[in-house]
C-alpha cells in the first residue's frame, strides 16, 4: 500500500488478556515508531527501530510491553495483561532515514474493559 | 520531564486572520523541528519542518519560525481556514548522532471560524 497501514483498527480487549497490534510501514522505510495517544493527551513514545540496530525501547512504559519487527518490515507491538490504563489509540510511523519526517497510520484504538 | 512543550491546548481564530502556534522545548541537543496535524480518527499528518541551522521555513500558507536562543519555535497560518481546524502537533528530534525518535508535544486545538 501507499501509506502506512495499522490493524485492527479497533480492539476491545478484557483486562488481564493479551493484545497484538500489528503496523505494515511504507516500503522501503527503514525507521519504525511505535507511539500512544491517551485520551486528552499529547503522543508518548514508545519504541523505535532503525534497520537493523537494536532498537531503542526506552519508551515502553512496562514490561507487559514489547515489540518486535520481522525483516525489517512488519512490526508487532504486543502487552500482554492488559490493563484499563492501557486504553489508548496506538499510531505507528515509518520513515525513509534518521533525519527525515515521519509518516503515520491511522492508528489502532484499544480499549481495555 | 516535558522536553517539548506546547502550553496552549487549544486557539480560536475567525477565517482570514492570522493563526500562531507556540512551542517550547528544552533539550539544547534537538536539531530538527516539525509540526504536525491531527484530524480525530486519523493519523498525524507531517506538515512543515525546519532544521536548525535555518530561522524560517516557509510552505505556502505555512510557515514556521525558529529561535534557538530562546528554544522557541512557532508555526504561522495566513490566512487561516476552517479546514486548518485539526490538532497541532510539534515535534522535535536529535538527527545526529542519529537512532532518535521524534518527541512530541502534547498539541493545541486550533478552531477556525467561518
Known amino acids: 500500500g501507499a501509506g502506512v497501514s495499522q490493524s485492527p483498527s479497533n480492539k476491545v480487549t478484557e483486562k488481564g488478556k493479551d493484545v497484538e497490534l500489528r503496523c505494515d510501514p511504507i516500503?522501503?522505510?527503514?525507521?519504525l515508531y511505535w507511539y500512544r495517544q491517551s485520551l486528552g493527551q499529547g503522543l508518548e513514545f514508545l519504541i523505535y527501530?532503525?534497520?537493523?540496530?537494536?532498537?531503542?525501547k526506552s519508551g515502553l512504559p512496562s514490561d507487559r510491553f514489547s515489540a518486535e519487527r520481522t525483516g525489517g518490515s512488519v512490526s508487532t507491538l504486543t502487552i500482554q495483561r492488559t490493563q484499563q490504563e492501557d486504553s489508548a489509540v496506538y499510531l505507528c510511523?515509518?520513515?525513509?532515514?534518521?533525519?527525515?519526517?515521519?509518516?503515520f497510520g491511522q492508528g489502532t484504538r484499544l480499549t481495555v474493559v | 520531564d516535558q522536553q517539548v512543550k506546547q502550553n496552549s491546548p487549544s486557539l480560536s481564530v475567525q477565517e482570514g486572520r492570522i493563526s500562531i502556534l507556540n512551542c517550547d522545548y528544552t533539550?539544547?541537543?534537538?536539531?530538527?523541528f516539525l509540526w504536525y496535524k491531527k484530524y480525530p480518527a486519523e493519523g498525524p499528518t507531517f506538515l512543515i519542518s525546519?532544521?536548525?541551522?535555518?530561522d524560517k521555513n516557509e510552505d505556502g500558507r505555512f510557515t514556521v519560525f525558529l529561535n534557538k536562543s530562546a528554544k522557541h519555535l512557532s508555526l504561522h497560518i495566513v490566512p487561516s481556514q476552517p479546514g486548518d481546524s485539526a490538532v497541532y502537533f510539534c515535534?522535535?528530534?536529535?538527527?545526529?548522532?542519529?537512532?532518535?525518535?521524534?518527541?512530541f508535544g502534547s498539541g493545541t486545538r486550533l478552531q477556525v471560524q467561518p
Open positions: 510511523a515509518s520513515s525513509p532515514g534518521t533525519s527525515s519526517e515521519a509518516f
Open positions: 516500503s522501503g522505510h527503514t525507521a
Open positions: 527501530f532503525q534497520g537493523n540496530s537494536a532498537p531503542d
Open positions: 533539550n539544547s541537543m534537538f536539531d530538527y
Open positions: 525546519i532544521s536548525s541551522i535555518k
Open positions: 515535534a522535535a528530534k536529535v538527527r545526529f548522532p542519529g537512532r532518535r525518535a521524534l518527541t
